[in-house]
T-cell receptor, first 112, second 115 residues
Framework: QQPVQSPQAVILREGEDAVINCSSS?????VHWYRQKHGEAPVFLMI?????EQKGHEKISASFNEKKQQSSLYLTASQLSYSGTYFC?????????????FGKGTHLIIQP | DSGVTQTPKHLITATGQRVTLRCSPR?????VYWYQQSLDQGLQFLIQ???????AKGNILERFSAQQFPDLHSELNLSSLELGDSALYFC??????????????FGPGTRLLVL
C-alpha cells in the first residue's frame, strides 16, 4: 500500500519553513526520507523508526508518530539547495527483507 | 556520489527487444535492489537480491528478471519490451539483508527509452 504524501507541491521563499507529511493505512515499522533532484538519483536524508523519535541534522528534521502511522519532514529556514522532490519510503513489514514503498513525492520549489 | 554504479546511463531500443542493465553495489554491500521510476507509476520496487539469492519481490513483471553474481554485481534483464517500459531504472544497495533500519543508497540510474 503506497503511503500518501501531502502537500503535492509547495513553493517557498528562501528562509521560509516547510512541513511535508507522509501517512500510511498500514502499520509502519520505519519511514525513510529521500530528496531527488530532476533526473538524478534519490539521496538519502534520514530513517525514522518506531518509537516516535525525532531525528535530524542541520535544518532538516523529521518525526514519526506510529499511532497515527505518519511521519513529517520539517525543513527550517529553507535554502535554494533544498529544492527538489521529497519522497517518503515506508517499510510495512517487521520481518526484515523488503523494498521500500514510496509515496508519489512532494515537489518543493525554493525561490530567492 | 553514493558509490553505486550503473551502466549504461542511457539506452534506446525498439519494442520487442531485450536489454540488460548492470549495477555494482557500494563496496561491502550485500543487498541490491531494483526500482523503476516513471511519471505515472512513480518510484516502484521491483526486486531485491541478498548475497546472490532473491530476497524480496515487488511489482516486477514476468518479462523482467534479475540476478546477482558472486562478485555481488547485479543485472536486470528486460525482455519483449513495450513502450510503457520506458522509465528510469535505479539500483540501490545496502550493507546487509535490508529491513526496517537499513539505508538504501541509490545509483545514478539507467534511462530506458523504448521506441
Amino acid at each position: 500500500q503506497q503511503p500518501v504524501q501531502s502537500p503535492q507541491a509547495v513553493i517557498l521563499r528562501e528562509g521560509e519553513d516547510a512541513v511535508i507529511n507522509c501517512s500510511s493505512s498500514k502499520a509502519l515499522y520505519s519511514v525513510h526520507w529521500y530528496r531527488q533532484k530532476h533526473g538524478e538519483a534519490p539521496v538519502f536524508l534520514m530513517i525514522l523508526l518506531k518509537g516516535g523519535e525525532q531525528k535530524g541534522h542541520e535544518k532538516i528534521s523529521a518525526s514519526f508518530n506510529e499511532k497515527k502511522q505518519q511521519s513529517s519532514l520539517y525543513l527550517t529556514a529553507s535554502q535554494l539547495s533544498y529544492s527538489g522532490t521529497y519522497f517518503c519510503g515506508t517499510v510495512n513489514s517487521g520481518g526484515g527483507a523488503d523494498g521500500l514503498t514510496f509515496g508519489k513525492g512532494t515537489h518543493l520549489i525554493i525561490q530567492p | 556520489d553514493s558509490g553505486v554504479t550503473q551502466t549504461p546511463k542511457h539506452l534506446i531500443t525498439a519494442t520487442g527487444q531485450r536489454v540488460t542493465l548492470r549495477c555494482s553495489p557500494r563496496s561491502g554491500d550485500l543487498s541490491v535492489y531494483w526500482y523503476q521510476q516513471s511519471l505515472d507509476q512513480g518510484l516502484q520496487f521491483l526486486i531485491q537480491y541478498y548475497n546472490g539469492e532473491e530476497r524480496a519481490k515487488g511489482n516486477i513483471l514476468e518479462r523482467f528478471s534479475a540476478q546477482q553474481f558472486p562478485d555481488l554485481h547485479s543485472e536486470l534483464n528486460l525482455s519483449s519490451l513495450e513502450l510503457g517500459d520506458s522509465a528510469l531504472y535505479f539500483c540501490a544497495s545496502s550493507p546487509e539483508g535490508g529491513g526496517i533500519q537499513e539505508t538504501q543508497y541509490f545509483g545514478p540510474g539507467t534511462r530506458l527509452l523504448v521506441l
